[in-house]
């Protein structure tokens, strides 16, 4: 059974940094599209960085370039979400979600929450002063 657990969320001042991570289970990182997605209060799910494991190729969408970096330790079956510079307007319930046997690049599921179909529960960031 595939299980995705996120962790590190939590309360930080703008400006400060955080890096969440996902552990995964039930499945081999080697072959799939796995991402860091975000909902805030109101707004429509939004992908932030994905990754394709089987060549590394990333997507991070504008508002998140320069600032986080999306990157994976197959050998803990883990993803990371290092998030630096962090504003309040990242302030948001952060998901990982994975596709397996990806056939397009990371941007093509990054671009659509729906085209994820693996889930982890979430882990609020909040960023305020």
């Known amino acids: 059974q595939v299980q995705l657990v996120e962790s590190g969320g939590g309360l930080v001042q703008p400006g400060g940094s955080l890096r969440l991570s996902c552990a995964a289970s039930?499945?081999?990182?080697?072959?799939?599209?796995i991402g860091w997605f975000r909902q805030a209060p109101g707004k429509e799910r939004e992908g932030v960085s994905c990754?394709?494991?089987?060549?590394?190729?990333?997507y991070d969408a504008n508002s998140v370039k320069g600032r986080f970096t999306i990157s994976r330790d197959n050998a803990k079956s883990t993803v990371y979400l290092q998030m630096n510079n962090l504003k309040p307007e990242d302030t948001a319930v952060y998901y990982c979600?994975?596709?397996?046997?990806?056939?397009?690049?990371?941007?093509?599921?990054?671009?659509?929450?729906?085209?994820?179909?693996?889930w982890g529960q979430g882990t609020q960031v909040t960023v305020s002063s």
């Open positions: 990754i394709r494991t089987s060549d590394g190729s990333l």
């Open positions: 039930g499945f081999s990182l080697g072959a799939y599209v």
């Open positions: 979600a994975a596709e397996f046997r990806p056939s397009f690049p990371p941007s093509y599921y990054c671009s659509d929450y729906r085209r994820m179909r693996n």
